[in-house]
């Protein structure tokens, strides 16, 4: 069965400082991987995904993800943060076309942007 | 511009009430999930269903029941609220061979 842990539950960052957030994911077959968002009181929006192809993956608002299968990671970072970024950010994983669109999620990661 | 609703945002049910939570989606889209969100738990599924009349259990679906009698409509329905399904409630639906997931705005349910 397929499983993702979110390193950290919450980060703190300073407004134009960058950032990291770490996701792991364990897998016997080939996965896919998402990364979403969510705004206080709204449901869930996609960052960016990784299908296939290159393993730098560019997403709205200026944030990035690298897969790294050997290190089994699909870290979500972002050069320099901005206060409205400050959100809940969750990171998923899909074992493709077996699964059936069905999406295993991680704990979460509340970022928090001070000014 | 796709929508994703439910129907309602806020609820307040009591211990052993029947509570239904609907969720529409105009994507003409095969795949329907409900999920619970409690902090430091993420997401977890409930159940999902693949078409009309079709349902699948997912994680935690103790407790849990849908209805999908359209392919635009999934209902999720507590028989008897309990005070531990207090939480954020969660519509998704994706199109087939599509993972990518498109979510309602939730509906956080109270039971006093």
């Known amino acids: 069965a397929q499983s993702v842990t979110q390193l950290d539950s919450q980060v703190p960052v300073f407004e134009e400082a960058p950032v990291e957030l770490r996701c792991n994911y364990s897998s016997s077959v080939s996965v896919y991987l998402f990364w979403y968002v969510q705004y206080p009181n709204q449901g869930l929006q996609l960052l960016l995904k990784y299908l296939s192809g290159s393993t730098l993956v560019k997403g709205i608002n200026g944030f990035e993800a690298e897969f790294n299968k050997s290190q089994t990671s699909f870290h979500l970072r972002k050069p320099s943060v901005h206060i409205s970024d400050t959100a809940e950010y969750f990171c998923?994983?899909?074992?493709?076309?077996?699964?059936?669109?069905?999406?295993?999620f991680g704990e979460g990661t509340q970022l928090t942007v001070n000014p | 511009d796709v929508k994703v609703t439910q129907s309602s945002r806020y609820l307040v049910k009591r211990t052993g009430e029947k509570v239904f939570l609907e969720c529409v989606q105009d994507m003409d889209h095969e795949n329907m999930f409900w999920y619970r969100q409690d902090p430091g738990l993420g997401l977890r599924l409930i159940y999902f269903?693949?078409?009309?009349?079709?349902?699948e259990k997912g994680d935690i679906p103790e407790g849990y029941s849908v209805s999908r009698e359209k392919k635009e409509r999934f209902s999720l329905i507590l028989e008897s609220a309990s005070t531990n399904q207090t939480s954020m409630y969660l519509c998704?639906?994706?199109?087939?061979?599509?993972?990518?997931?498109?979510f309602g705005p939730g509906t956080r349910l109270t039971v006093l």
């Open positions: 998923a994983v899909s074992e493709g076309w077996a699964s059936g669109s069905r999406l295993t």
């Open positions: 998704a639906n994706a199109g087939t061979g599509d993972n990518e997931q498109f």
């Open positions: 269903s693949y078409d009309v009349k079709m349902k």
